[in-house]
């Protein structure tokens, strides 16, 4: 079992950062492959990036890459998302997730967090 707790969003303008960051719960998060994804009003939740459980590997979506960083300190139990050059269209809540493969799909995840609201202003 993992628990995770999302933190870090807020109010943004257009061009701007924010990191968040994701804590998890137990002895066991070094095994898992962590991801990020976001879901916006009225749409279905889509992936942003994943780390695979060393942090050696890493995937993108297509419309993040080049702005956002995901990285993770397995002596803290702890996963990132740096994110730059925010456009409006990133305003979503952002969940963080953990699973088995280094995949894209919401269905491979097995545990989520609460997510945290960011927003981007124009």
């Known amino acids: 079992q993992v628990q995770l707790v999302e933190s870090g969003g807020g109010l943004v303008q257009a061009g701007g950062s924010l990191r968040l960051s994701c804590v998890a719960s137990?002895?066991?998060?070094?095994?898992?492959?962590m991801g990020w994804f976001r879901q916006a009003p009225g749409k279905e939740r889509t992936f942003v990036a994943a780390?695979?459980?060393?942090?050696?590997?890493?995937y993108y979506t297509d419309s993040v890459k080049g702005r956002v960083t995901i990285s993770r300190d397995n002596a803290k139990n702890m996963v990132y998302l740096q994110m730059n050059s925010l456009k409006p269209e990133d305003t979503a809540v952002y969940f963080c997730?953990?699973?088995?493969?280094?995949?894209?799909?919401?269905?491979?995840?097995?545990?989520w967090g609460q997510g945290t609201q960011v927003t981007v202003s124009s």
């Open positions: 780390i695979s459980t060393s942090g050696g590997g890493t």
């Open positions: 137990g002895r066991t998060f070094s095994r898992y492959v």
């Open positions: 997730a953990a699973g088995r493969l280094l995949v894209h799909r919401v269905d491979q995840y097995d545990y």
